[in-house]
């Protein structure tokens, strides 16, 4: 019998682990989004690094203003006064604030980052000015469309001392239905799979909360001015100090989007490179995931069209190989999707043709995640809100300026 035979047998077992991940988060997250957070509330600084104007700029800071919670103040900043996004947060606060649940509403002026990204910096910059009662520190990004009691459920995972700091994530919502924006909403959705109660979670710093107390226990006032991203070195910090990083089905978040391919390239690379810089162990299970995934399909496919060819008395084996690695991939994708049509009821409409793409060619958007994540394989200088970067290390940037 010939030795890809057993190999055949290997890989419909390893589809078992796979198939139970992915229904394991989808229990998680549809058990977990419903329930009302109400019993714990600290007094918490709402922080959103804002840089030109977003998609659907006002909805989402609209959102934000909307919050259900008794105890927050909301700080906007930009790195500058002539950024479009000051005047129209201006604008905004003077309309949204007087009839907000927030305390406090500022918008600042940070200046230009010097070590790290200009987000960081500008993190950092709200950071030093908290008054000395905020308990919980949470940020935002700009856009983001968030429902009213997203700030409650970001939040209540932090009661327990075991979550170190506590993460939603986004969802491409897209605003164009062209072939790029149908591609980052695919390619973002198989990430957005993998986060649930499991150790591979990684923090989001579009929609992530920390103690205060646990920021400084973990020094991350001395690591993020040295860091390009935010999220992932918070993350290995709380990860290093065996503490977990909590997903909160909850905080998916709806982002709309429309992309052209080039901008699509560019926004994949970013992240990747920046991954394998920050968060090489992510990085890595990335590659190694997304490459069995392409293999285990693409091979045993055309190991099973061989065999029929060849007349080989295991055809059907192979092709029975095939069939079970196509279903529980497909089964993952329609997981996903149905976990999405719940979480972001509000927005399934425009979200419905994504879906349908996903589902249907799920077998090409693996393809071109494999390839995105192997284009990251070389370099350190990435764009990134229009300011160039060079990254040395996961604690160690170059910013190379406009």
């Known amino acids: 019998m010939d030795w890809y035979y057993y190999i055949g047998w290997a890989v419909i077992i390893s589809q078992i682990p796979f198939l139970v991940f992915a229904i394991h988060n989808y229990r998680f997250a549809i058990a977990k989004y419903r329930k009302k957070r109400e ?3 600290p007094r918490t600084a709402l922080i959103v690094p804002c840089k030109d104007l977003d998609q659907d700029f006002d909805k989402n800071i609209a959102s934000l203003f909307g919050q259900d ?3 927050y103040i909301l700080w906007f900043v930009v790195a500058e006064k002539e950024d479009p996004a000051y005047h129209r947060l201006c604008e905004l606060k003077e309309k949204l604030a007087p009839t907000s649940k927030t305390k406090d509403v500022r918008i600042f002026i940070s200046g230009q980052g010097q070590s790290c990204s200009q987000k960081v910096h500008n993190l950092l910059y709200c950071y030093e000015r908290i008054p000395s009662d905020i308990e919980v520190l949470a940020f935002a990004d700009s856009d983001i469309c968030v429902r009213s009691d997203w700030l ?3 939040v209540h995972p932090l009661r327990l001392d075991k979550n170190g700091a506590s993460s939603g994530y986004r969802w491409f919502v897209p605003k164009k239905n062209n072939s790029a924006t149908l ?4 390619i973002n959705a ?3 799979q993998l986060l649930g109660n499991t150790p591979f979670n990684q923090s989001w710093g579009g929609s992530m909360a920390i103690k205060v107390r646990t920021f400084r226990e973990l020094k991350l006032d001395e690591i993020w001015p040295k860091t390009l991203s935010d999220d992932l070195s918070l993350g290995c910090a709380v990860k290093s100090a065996r ?5 909160v089905p909850g905080c998916l978040v709806a982002s709309y989007e429309d992309t052209t391919w080039p901008e699509l390239f560019e926004f994949a690379r970013r992240q990747f490179i920046i991954t394998r810089i920050s968060a090489p162990r992510t990085w890595w299970f990335g590659l190694l995931t997304m490459l069995y995934s392409v293999l285990s399909l693409w091979v045993t496919a055309a190991l099973a069209i061989y065999a029929a060819k060849t007349s080989d008395p295991n055809a059907s084996f192979y092709a029975a190989v095939a069939i079970i690695v196509f279903s529980r991939q497909f089964v993952s994708t329609l997981l996903r999707q149905r976990m999405a049509s719940k979480l972001l009821r509000e927005h399934w409409a425009k979200m419905k043709i994504a879906a349908v793409a996903d589902v249907l060619l799920f077998w090409i958007w693996s393809l071109l995640l494999l390839m995105f994540i192997l ?15 060079k990254l040395l290390g996961p604690t160690e940037t170059i910013v190379l300026g406009q």
């Not at 503490?243 to 997903?247: A, L, S, W």
């Open 39 to 41: 019993h714990y509330t």
């Open 190 to 192: 198989r990430v957005a």
């Open 69 to 71: 919670y008794d105890d």
């Open 375 to 389: 284009s990251s394989v070389f370099g350190r200088t990435i764009r990134w809100r229009g300011i160039r970067y």
């Open 243 to 247: 503490k977990k990083v909590e997903f």
């Open 152 to 154: 409650r459920h970001l």
């Open 183 to 186: 591609v980052v909403s695919a």
